[in-house]
């Protein structure tokens, strides 16, 4: 099963608590730095560099426990993966974009670049994990070390960095990840329709075996997934907004992230990993 830790994996060096928001160390970067456009995500329109309405002096949403109520529910399925304290208080050493407002636009330029490193920071930490991918445990943590590595550059190299040529570097050593994990389970003959990068809107794959599938990429959108065994099936990149998840089993499923669960439907008899956490419109 792929889990991760809460705390710091001593074995490959990565702080797993730094992959994880932190907002109170944030400076509200996703809330600026980020453009949205009025719709069933979000109740306004606002340009990249131009503060949310909702946020306050101190960097705070105003509205945070009541986002979906207030029509920004794309708000509670983001996920920085760290990136916004990693920027704050170690790109920009603490230099906030209100009392260093000369900062602004390089700092809001640079966060959803970090963002992207942060992400295959997890991947590459969840892929280490796996028994079944320890033959290539050594390419691992060297992309993993470099990842890091990168995420330490000053502002002006993260800016220029080519983000696209390191994940296309990255992609394909998760991509043997799951494939090693996957020939781990017995899997069944799918449909033909079922599969990476496929067009499931609304599909109904209620009590659906899929332990081994590969759903990378795959648009799940308010698909019916009630009681359907998700063992390691690999989700990287899935569509899972409103799919509905009730008595699903995920246990074990192959890089699924915090924002997917959060965009998804479920209840107390939805079953993740125990690297995430239930979302509180669940109950």
């Known amino acids: 099963m792929s889990q991760l830790p809460a705390t710091t994996d001593s074995q490959h060096g990565i702080d797993l608590n730094g992959l994880r ?22 109740a306004v329109n606002k340009d990249g560099g131009q503060p949310c309405p909702n946020l306050q002096a101190d ?42 407002p000369e900062t602004a636009n390089h700092m809001f330029k ?9 992400e295959m920071l997890w991947y590459l930490t969840e892929a280490l994990t796996m028994e079944a991918a320890k033959l290539i445990y050594s390419d691992l943590q060297c992309a993993l070390d470099e990842t890091e590595r990168l995420t330490h550059l000053s502002p002006d190299s993260l800016a220029k960095l080519d983000v696209a040529a390191h ?31 496929a067009h499931l809107f609304g599909a109904n794959l209620r009590k659906a075996d899929l332990r081994g599938a590969d759903l990378r ?20 990149g899935a569509d899972l907004r409103d799919a509905d ?16 669960i959060n965009a998804a439907k479920g209840d107390t008899s939805t079953k993740i990993p125990n690297s995430l956490t239930r979302p509180a419109h669940w109950q």
């Open 21 to 42: 928001p932190d907002c109170e160390n944030c400076f509200g970067l996703c809330c600026v730095a980020l453009p949205f456009a009025a719709s069933s995500d979000f």
């Open 59 to 100: 960097f705070r949403c105003n509205i945070h426990k009541e986002l979906r109520q207030k029509g920004f529910r794309g708000c509670t399925v983001y996920e920085c993966f760290g990136a916004g304290q990693k920027v704050s208080q170690i790109t920009f050493k603490g230099n906030d974009w209100r009392n260093a």
């Open 110 to 118: 640079v966060y959803p670049l970090m963002q992207q490193l942060h």
């Open 167 to 197: 994940r296309a570097y990255v992609n394909p050593l998760l991509l043997r990840t799951s494939e090693l994990a996957r020939t781990k389970v017995m899997r069944v003959q799918l449909k033909k329709n079922i599969g990476r990068g």
């Open 217 to 236: 990429g795959a648009f799940l959108i308010a698909a019916d997934l009630r009681d359907a065994d998700l063992r390691v099936t690999d989700l990287i």
């Open 245 to 260: 998840l009730r008595g699903a089993d995920l246990t074990g499923s192959i890089f699924l992230t915090q924002a997917q």
